[in-house]
């Protein structure tokens, strides 16, 4: 072979390995993405039952009902719209009424929210990203984070310590 | 002094750093480096093929395989040019480090540094005499014994005003509201409650703190915390008349020793009224300063009340805050109406009235809102 | 006078390092050997400035000095001392400190041992290393200065995140860096050959032990990350494929391939253009991986947004380094010259085979990191791109990577022989072979990808394994030669074998852990019990504790197993007043390499309270076999033959004496 078959052959092969990689991506971007949705959005994209999503917002004060076996019922609001989600298991450490929070699971006939998991952030400033935009589009919530803070940013976690889940 | 010195000693180092290689004289470096690693790659072919580690034929082929790039390396750097040293560029790079490195350190950390403030490590100040124990422990101490008693109603009473003036001002709010449920309703606690509120949201008189002044006067006709709330809150609606009216009223029945009257006459000045004021001169400065030793047990209450500087720092914070986000999101009308008056307030009338512009121009197409932002203007003196 | 004095350390290594940019490389450009020798003193100089500046920052934390703004926000006077040390680094402007130290010593690490190299390349690496430097003092001082002060000084600080209050942190930020800025080693070596316009034969000795020093501290650093988010953050979970993780790992992806690219440079003196390549991609996904990070902009837009003259810089900062190296890289890259060159079928193919899959894999993680933001930015979509993206794309392109990975060193350089090394490689074949079948008997049809992870993991440790049973050649000769043999073996061959030997371990760990990882969630009042995975645990009840700057609820568990007691667990939760936050402090118990977790939930107002009950079988493999993969590097970062370098002028004179007469 010479050194320009050899080079075909070497770009030949990158090529279909990216080849498959993007068609891995393809594929998996098709079934494993989650969309974000506010409450309002839920009211007015009219999102399918069994669909799997993301809901955020706030916890509503005085909505929070704790059940037997762990069961958690409380309802998610962003001021316009409120809606009702159960969930079983352990909730973060900064689930709290009045918070923000994010839940992934599915929408159940009658408009609940069947959550899986729940996501909070650990840090009590800490608004999740996409709530506060909800929020802020539905004009609920200030941003009046940093009270008397000096310096622009609130110090966040180190790399790789910013806390998930 | 001192530190000056230091900053002498440490430029004088570092300009010596550059200095010593440049004053050094050396031969220029033997090149050839290529040809040296690959003869040392020959020998580590001979030490694999003695010791078994590869066989002949191999040892063999890779050892006419390095030769070859061996030789060219050689060919290579016989034409390499060789390595001279410049006086001319010398006495330049010199010269460099001489000027170029202390003026650009100095030029630097003269407009980011702070020389003339002092290191304040904590077990210096805790040594303060007034205070035995250090602010922190009492502060802890007070809440386990709030957290093990927690309608101790004096507890809170304690706490909140420590809680303010170390920047906790959600948890001064908390305390606040526990003392008024647990002690009863007075005219102080209510004023107190309202101030915590105000510095809770940034300096700014909320309705709620508003609600809490308004209570507490109404126990208390003459409370004059709740008195100059409210006149920050006109001030802040933009109602200058209407705060200046308040603030003087409190001038003139103020005693002559008060400590406040330094915080109303800068508010009164801040607005630009006149204070028709006693003569005499008070020397007294106004609420706490840094000057202070730590506040102990006692005169932790004295601190409540933030010193004018701190709300002026908070009020400026929020409002670059704010400002930056209404240039992304120019939809909230609140935001803008709390940032006209913010302006007022900080004594920036350019920005306030270019705020109002930005305003208008965000909000065009909604009447209602733009209706405020007008209102609003007219109110602040700012509708040009 | 302490924090004043850090400030101004670091303003003078700014001008130093602006001088450092700029003499050495119009010495080497002229080749004025006066001007090329400062670079190294300067370097030196750099390095110690650096270090005051942190020192003084790192007092003005144990001393609680408030008055500095950094200290305030992040310290506690009554933290415990190993916390407020690592509190400098715990925050945006303390680690971007510890970022630029750790720069700096890697330039004063060149300029002491690179005494053997040649010149120009020396001042070229450490120009650019420079530019680096002054780029990141630049960003520090206008836009994330730590040395900022307050007046009027407040008696308590906003405490550290209590999250961080943990001795992860002390180890997992450092190492990390010492990772992610190691590549930049390499990236100086890359940058200066573009610009010089060769590949010196040093460079590619050099280009390997640094990268491969800066890929273990990366290991090390990933893994103890993991395992800190593991026990940290009452989950068990020890990867999330969350964007902080990604950032660290592709780095770590594009430096495992620029080491292994790197091994085809030095012995064969090929691949050299895609080498250079790597190593610009590994620090640009570093700088990206600390920056993004760091700045937030990767979780948030906004962040961004707020804080713009921060976010500019850092754009900058990314466009300079990155788009400006990529860009010499496409001028200058045809003018080096090719290499040796090879058969498909080779060590050196089997190499490339690597990079290919590694670079597509780092690519794929890639596009799942920032496709949520481009489309955020693009269309105001909102999305998450979850685990389940990156099993479906990463995982598949892993696989190749681990079947070729025994092969690899069993191929010969330049034309090998792939049925001679299947040959070799039966008995591994075999022993996965038994694994999966075992793994089927055992666990039925319900996980049927678990056999196959099994195997596969089986397959590449066995291979490793093989390979040095090959090379001491024991089936031809007797033990006692063979071990003789073993022995004498170069470190680099041990070192490879280790490396492949755990990274099977981590896959054994990461697929027992996700098959048969059990789990309870319960809630339990005292004297209640509980069984898992044939343990039985007993709660015993709970105790307040109050700790330095936070109290806690202790509870106690006892475990038994066949009623008699072998543990007592004791998780918590901790309040931290400052905060007003609540962290959860699990308990763990070890058996074998797997573990038992316990850790609380909230306590409900009948008395009990909500537990998290694991017991995650092998689940320590997937960190040991990171550790181990270390090892191996350590082993072959001690082979004689990558210290060599070239050789050094006093204890060889004997090869300079001869030179003239080439």
Same mark, same amino acid.
């Given at each position: 072979?010479?050194?320009?078959?050899?080079?075909?052959?070497?770009?030949?092969?990158?090529?279909?390995?990216?080849?498959?990689?993007?068609?891995?991506?393809?594929?998996?971007?098709?079934?494993?993405?989650?969309?974000?949705?506010?409450?309002?959005?839920?009211?007015?994209?009219?999102?399918?039952?069994?669909t799997r999503i993301r809901l955020g917002g706030m916890v509503k004060d005085g909505s929070l009902v704790r059940g037997d076996n762990l069961q958690i019922r409380f309802v998610v609001t962003d001021g316009a719209n409120d809606i009702?989600?159960?969930?079983?298991?352990?909730?973060?450490?900064?689930?709290?009424?009045?918070?923000?929070?994010?839940?992934?699971?599915?929408?159940?006939?009658?408009?609940?929210?069947?959550?899986?998991?729940?996501?909070?952030?650990?840090?009590e400033n800490y608004m999740p990203r996409e709530v506060a935009d909800a929020l802020k589009k539905q004009g609920r919530w200030q941003e009046n984070e940093g009270k008397g803070e000096r310096v622009g940013e609130k110090a966040g976690a180190p790399a790789n310590a910013e806390p998930r889940k | 002094m001192t530190l000056w010195f230091v900053f002498a000693l440490m430029t004088a180092a570092a300009v010596f750093a550059?200095?010593?290689?440049?004053?050094? %004289?050396?031969?220029?470096?033997?090149?050839?480096?290529?040809?040296?690693?690959?003869?040392?790659?020959?020998?580590?072919?001979?030490?694999?093929?003695?010791?078994?580690?590869?066989?002949?034929?191999?040892?063999?082929?890779?050892?006419?395989?390095?030769?070859?790039?061996l030789l060219r390396a050689a060919d290579r750097e016989s034409e390499a040019a060789p390595l001279v040293g410049s006086t001319l560029r010398r006495r330049v790079a010199a010269l460099a480090a001489l000027v170029l490195l202390p003026a650009v350190a100095v030029a630097l950390y003269v407009t980011l540094g702070s020389p003339d403030l002092p290191a304040a490590p904590l077990a210096g100040r805790a040594q303060a005499p007034s205070a035995s124990q250090s602010v922190a422990s009492l502060v802890s101490q007070v809440e386990a014994h709030i957290e093990r008693n927690p309608d101790d109603g004096r507890g809170w009473e304690v706490l909140?005003?420590?809680?303010? %003036?170390?920047?906790?001002?959600?948890?001064?709010?908390?305390?606040?509201?526990?003392?008024?449920?647990?002690?009863?309703?007075?005219?102080?606690?209510?004023?107190?409650?309202?101030?915590?509120?105000?510095?809770?949201?940034?300096?700014?008189?909320?309705?709620?703190?508003?609600?809490?002044?308004?209570?507490?006067?109404?126990?208390?006709?003459?409370?004059?915390?709740?008195?100059?709330?409210?006149?920050?809150?006109?001030?802040?609606?933009?109602?200058?008349?209407?705060?200046?009216?308040?603030?003087?009223?409190?001038?003139?029945?103020?005693?002559?020793?008060a400590p406040w009257i330094e915080s109303v006459r800068e508010a009164l000045a801040r607005i630009g009224a006149p204070a028709v004021a006693p003569e005499?001169?008070?020397?007294?400065?106004?609420?706490?300063?840094?000057?202070?030793?730590?506040?102990?047990?006692?005169?932790?209450?004295?601190?409540?009340?933030?010193?004018?500087?701190?709300?002026?720092?908070?009020?400026?914070?929020?409002?670059?805050?704010?400002?930056?986000?209404?240039?992304?999101?120019?939809?909230?009308?609140?935001?803008?109406?709390?940032?006209?008056?913010?302006?007022?307030?900080?004594?920036?009338?350019?920005?306030?009235?270019?705020?109002?512009?930005?305003?208008r121009r965000a909000l065009a197409g909604d009447v209602d809102k733009l209706r405020r932002v007008d209102e609003l203007a007219k109110g602040l003196g700012i509708d040009g | 006078m302490i924090p004043e004095a850090g400030h101004y350390a670091l303003v003078l290594a700014l001008a130093l390092a602006l001088f450092q940019s700029v003499v050495p490389m119009a010495g080497a450009r002229w080749r004025d050997a006066t001007l090329m020798q400062t670079a190294p003193v300067t370097a030196l100089a750099q390095f110690v400035f650096v270090a005051l500046s942190f020192a003084a920052l790192t007092a003005s934390y144990v001393t609680s000095d408030f008055s500095v703004v950094n200290v305030y926000e992040n310290s506690h006077s009554l933290m415990p001392l190993i916390y407020k040390m690592t509190s400098v680094w715990g925050n945006h402007e303390g680690s971007m400190l510890l970022w630029v130290l750790i720069l700096a010593l890697f330039g004063a690490a060149v300029a002491v041992f690179g005494r053997n190299l040649p010149d120009v390349l020396r001042a070229d690496v450490l120009a650019v290393q420079s530019w680096i430097a002054v780029a990141f003092y630049l960003f520090i001082l206008l836009t994330s200065n730590p040395f900022l002060r307050i007046a009027d000084p407040p008696f308590e600080g906003r405490d550290l995140n209590p999250i961080l209050q943990d001795f992860g942190l002390a180890v997992h930020p450092p190492l990390l860096y010492l990772g992610y800025v190691g590549f930049s080693i390499a990236f100086s070596f890359a940058v200066a050959a573009l610009i010089e316009g060769r590949i010196d034969a040093a460079w590619a000795r050099w280009v390997r032990p640094w990268t491969l020093a800066a890929w273990m501290a990366l290991t090390l650093g990933i893994a103890m990350g993991s395992y800190w988010a593991y026990y940290e953050l009452g989950w068990g979970g020890w990867w999330f494929w969350d964007p902080v993780e990604n950032a660290s790992l592709m780095p770590w992806l594009a430096g495992t391939a620029l080491l292994h690219s790197a091994v085809v440079m030095e012995k064969r003196d090929a691949l050299k253009v895609w080498t250079v390549l790597l190593a610009i991609l590994a620090f640009s996904l570093s700088l990206i991986g600390t920056f993004l990070v760091r700045s937030g902009v990767l979780t948030s837009v906004h962040t961004f947004a707020s804080d713009p003259s921060r976010g500019v810089f850092i754009l900058a900062i990314l466009t300079l380094f990155i788009g400006g190296s990529l860009t010499l890289f496409a001028w200058r890259a045809p003018a080096l010259r090719q290499g040796?060159?090879?058969?498909?079928?080779?060590?050196?193919?089997?190499?490339?085979?690597?990079?290919?899959?590694?670079?597509?894999?780092?690519?794929?993680?890639?596009?799942?990191?920032?496709?949520?933001?481009?489309?955020?930015?693009?269309?105001?979509?909102?999305?998450?791109?979850?685990p389940p993206f990156f099993n479906l794309t990463f995982a598949p392109l892993f696989i190749p990577i681990l079947i070729a990975m025994p092969m690899g060193p069993l191929l010969a350089w330049k034309r090998g022989d792939l049925f001679a090394v299947a040959q070799r490689l039966l008995a591994a074949c075999g022993i996965a072979v038994i694994g999966v079948a075992v793994t089927f008997a055992l666990a039925g049809v319900k996980a049927v990808l678990a056999p196959f992870g099994i195997g596969l993991a089986l397959f590449a440790m066995a291979g490793a394994v093989t390979d040095i049973v090959e090379r001491s050649a024991l089936r031809s000769v007797g033990v006692g030669i063979a071990a003789r043999r073993a022995i004498g073996l170069p470190r680099s061959a041990w070192g490879t074998a280790f490396a492949h030997f755990g990274i099977g371990m981590t896959l054994l760990g990461v697929v027992c852990?996700?098959?048969?990882?059990?789990?309870?969630?319960?809630?339990?009042?005292?004297?209640?019990?509980?069984?898992?995975?044939?343990?039985?645990?007993?709660?015993?009840?709970?105790?307040?504790?109050?700790?330095?700057?936070?109290?806690?609820?202790?509870?106690?568990?006892?475990?038994?197993?066949?009623?008699?007691?072998?543990?007592?667990?004791?998780?918590?939760?901790?309040?931290?007043?400052?905060?007003?936050?609540?962290?959860?402090?699990?308990?763990?118990?070890t058996h074998g390499a797997s573990q038992l977790y316990v850790s609380l939930g909230d306590t409900n107002s009948d008395g009990s309270i909500a537990v998290r009950i694991y017991d995650k079988p092998l689940v320590l493999l997937i960190w040991l076999g990171a550790v181990v993969m270390v090892f191996g590097g350590l082993l072959s970062l001690s082979d004689r033959r990558l210290r060599v370098g070239a050789p050094r002028r006093r204890s060889k004179p004997a090869v300079l004496a001869q030179q003239p007469a080439e």
């Open positions: 072979m010479t050194r320009k078959q050899r080079r075909l052959v070497m770009i030949g092969c990158g090529l279909a390995v990216l080849a498959l990689a993007v068609g891995l991506v393809l594929n998996a971007m098709r079934d494993s993405i989650v969309f974000f949705n506010s409450p309002t959005d839920v009211v007015e994209k009219h999102i399918q039952t069994g009702p989600v159960n969930y079983q298991g352990i909730v973060p450490d900064l689930f709290r009424e009045g918070q923000g929070v994010v839940a992934e699971g599915r929408i159940e006939p009658g408009r609940t929210f069947k959550a899986d998991s729940i996501l909070a952030k650990h840090d | 550059l200095l010593w290689p440049l004053g050094r %004289r050396r031969a220029p470096a033997a090149a050839g480096h290529d040809v040296a690693v690959y003869r040392d790659q020959l020998a580590e072919i001979d030490r694999d093929a003695t010791s078994g580690l590869i066989s002949v034929s191999d040892a063999d082929t890779a050892r006419i395989e390095i030769s070859r790039r909140a005003p420590v809680y303010l %003036r170390l920047g906790r001002y959600d948890d001064a709010v908390k305390a606040r509201a526990r003392a008024l449920a647990l002690n009863g309703e007075t005219a102080d606690r209510q004023a107190d409650l309202g101030e915590a509120k105000v510095a809770a949201a940034n300096g700014i008189v909320t309705a709620e703190a508003r609600q809490a002044f308004d209570r507490a006067l109404a126990l208390d006709p003459q409370l004059l915390k709740a008195k100059f709330y409210l006149g920050l809150a006109a001030e802040q609606d933009g109602k200058r008349e209407e705060a200046a009216s308040i603030w003087r009223a409190m001038l003139a029945n103020a005693p002559a020793d005499q001169k008070t020397g007294a400065a106004p609420a706490v300063s840094s000057a202070q030793p730590g506040p102990s047990a006692d005169d932790m209450a004295a601190a409540a009340t933030l010193t004018p500087q701190q709300r002026q720092e908070m009020v400026s914070g929020m409002v670059s805050r704010l400002a930056d986000r209404l240039k992304t999101d120019g939809s909230d009308v609140e935001g803008w109406l709390r940032l006209m008056r913010a302006y007022v307030v900080l004594g920036e009338r350019d920005r306030a009235i270019a705020a109002t512009v930005d305003a | 040796g060159i090879f058969a498909p079928i080779s060590r050196e193919g089997a190499l490339v085979f690597n990079n290919l899959f590694l670079t597509t894999a780092c690519a794929t993680v890639f596009v799942g990191t920032l496709y949520p933001l481009a489309l955020e930015a693009l269309t105001g979509e909102k999305i998450s791109v979850g852990e996700t098959t048969w990882n059990s789990e309870r969630i319960v809630a339990l009042r005292p004297g209640q019990a509980v069984s898992i995975a044939g343990y039985d645990l007993t709660f015993d009840g709970m105790v307040p504790k109050t700790g330095p700057n936070y109290r806690e609820v202790a509870t106690r568990f006892v475990v038994r197993r066949g009623g008699a007691q072998v543990a007592v667990l004791e998780p918590s939760k901790r309040t931290f007043a400052t905060r007003s936050m609540t962290t959860t402090e699990a308990a763990l118990m």
